[in-house]
């Protein structure tokens, strides 16, 4: 018990004396005063002594390297603050940007399904689909088109040779009937001549 109050007297007494030994000991060194923080706590290390596990530090330099790291940690807070608001203007920003890509993004898409498209009797049909229904519908006009008219041909030939037959028919028939009348006539003149001799006998 003894022993730690006579060490913390001599504890107290290296402090005293390096404190008192401060005012005496000149200006404050340059270090304080342009080099960084740390630095500063670099220069300290290596100069300030250390007895039984207390450092003993000019009081000038506690209060300059104390208002260094204060003003230091203000113009970090002041900085992370400015950053912060900066942050939050890039985010509103971002998001009117991406509002703004978002409408551009839906008129275009707009523009392209007006575009691929075509009103028929108030409706919007795809151009695709309107390309595919009147290929199929000139394709379909196009077979009835060559359809009729090989029909057509086939029913003019089947005509012209009908008619040919009809004709060649009235043809025979004229012949047939010529002929009929003909052998009819001389049926009767030689029914006429036996009727005859039988009477002139």
Request: net charge positive; proline share 0%; with cysteine.
């Amino acid at each position: 018990m003894y022993q730690l109050f006579v060490n913390r007297c001599v504890i107290t007494a290296i402090l005293l004396i390096g404190a008192i030994s401060s005012y005496g000991q000149g200006d404050l060194p340059e270090v304080f005063k342009q080099e960084t923080i740390s630095g500063q706590l670099k220069y300290l290390e290596e100069k300030t002594r250390i007895y039984e596990n207390y450092r003993a530090i000019r009081e000038d330099m506690f209060r300059s390297f104390s208002r260094n790291v204060r003003d230091t940690l203000a113009n970090a807070k002041s900085r992370i603050n400015g950053l912060a608001a900066h942050n939050t203007v890039l985010d509103n920003r971002i998001d009117s940007l991406q509002k703004s890509l978002e409408a551009s993004a839906a008129e275009l898409e707009q523009k392209t399904r007006t575009k691929n498209s075509i009103g028929i009797l108030g409706m919007e049909v795809n151009k695709n689909t309107y390309n595919t229904v009147m290929w199929t519908i000139m394709a379909a006009l196009v077979f009835l088109l060559i359809t009729g008219y090989l029909s057509f041909k086939h029913n003019r030939a089947l005509t012209v040779r009908t008619k040919k037959d009809l004709i060649e028919l009235q043809a025979e028939y004229e012949e047939y009937r010529k002929n009929t009348r003909i052998e009819r006539e001389k049926m009767n003149i030689d029914h006429f001549n036996e009727i005859k001799k039988l009477k002139g006998r």
